[in-house]
């Protein structure tokens, strides 16, 4: 039966360091689905140092956009990050947040569809200002659909405020 977790905060506010303890705490070998877009060298270097931070118990695997296409089912799986996702559909759309939206919607309802449990860390970017520019007003929008839209569909929802989990849902 699929099972869905979402731990969302700040940035630094420990939503990475608690979905991993959780992850390990449900499955003695998780899958780690990192989403993030190698840009240069020395994030290539970064994610490599992340990787092996984690240690053997972990399997890591690299996925941009189509976290469907892989087998997770009997398996526990930490997707690190919503926000990062979410950027690749947006850079890949031009900025055009009902596109990216609608893709990453899809990809999420048939991500879901496999028996597993999942663990999803997102950014609350929307607790700041106003952002100045309008590209960042438009991804801050898209973010805050995408979380409310993984909310309405979690199982449990967490919000980390200064390393401490507190439960929302």
Aim: charged content about 20%; glycine content about 6%.
């Amino acid at each position: 039966m699929t099972k869905i977790i979402l731990i969302t905060g700040g940035q630094r506010s420990g939503k990475s360091s608690y979905a991993q303890q959780l992850a390990l705490q449900l499955s003695p070998n998780p899958v780690y689905l990192a989403t993030s877009r190698i840009w240069d060298d020395e994030h290539q270097e970064r994610i490599i140092r992340h990787q092996n931070d984690r240690g053997p118990e972990w399997t890591n695997i690299e996925e941009e956009k189509a976290l469907s296409k892989h087998d997770f089912n009997g398996r526990v799986v930490l997707i690190d990050c919503v926000t990062l996702w979410l950027t690749n559909f947006f850079f890949d759309n031009d900025s055009n947040i009902d596109q990216s939206l609608k893709e990453a919607k899809s990809e999420f309802a048939q991500l879901i569809q496999q028996d597993a449990t999942f663990i999803f860390v997102t950014n609350e970017i929307g607790l700041g200002g106003m952002p100045e520019n309008p590209i960042q007003r438009k991804f801050t929008d898209l973010q805050g659909w995408m979380n409310q839209y993984i909310a309405n569909c979690a199982n449990q929802v967490y919000l980390m405020v200064s390393g401490i989990a507190v439960k929302v849902k």
